[in-house]
């Protein structure tokens, strides 16, 4: 098994084995968070790989698509649902503080990634650059699982009769 195929089955591994520890109440909105987080995310990196600042040498599809399955479809955006169903109630700075914390761990393991293995190759993009789209993609999941999930959207109208 090469260090690539290690790499992507330890991140199915590691995150499938986090899943069960979501609690109940939560994992609606984590499945919200995921769903909404794997569509941006999926047409986010398809559009870097369109304009030729990503690259994935080894992937799970190669014949499909031109993006790494596990990180771009899976991890990622697991990684998203974590922090919106992590996220603090309190002021501005502290919801931003948690923010740029979790920016800053996926940046740092897909610049681990980047550096130690060959499934993504960065061709004209940095590190700030994932860690400003990441900040993107996270800042509208968690808003629209906010918006999805306030409490005026769970109650049924209540309208009296004209």
Sequence with gaps: MTVERFVLTALWVISLSVC???????RREAWIALLACQAMTWV?????????????????FP????LNFTTEFFFYPFLCALYVISEPKGS????????????TVVSVIDQAIVSFTDLIRYEHYAWYWTWITFGLLFAVTNA???????????QSERRSPP
């Excluded at 069960?20 to 939560?26: L, N, T």
């Excluded at 014949?63 to 031109?66: E, P």
């Excluded at 501005?92 to 740029?100: C, I, K, T």
């Design 20 to 26: 069960p520890a979501i609690p109940k109440r939560k």
């Design 44 to 60: 986010s990196t398809m559009l870097h790989v369109w304009f030729g600042l990503l690259k994935f040498p080894v992937r799970e």
């Design 63 to 66: 014949k499909a698509t031109d």
């Design 92 to 103: 501005g700075w502290v919801r931003f503080g948690h923010l740029a914390v979790w920016l």
């Design 144 to 154: 629209y699982v906010r918006m999805f999930f306030r409490p005026a959207a769970l």
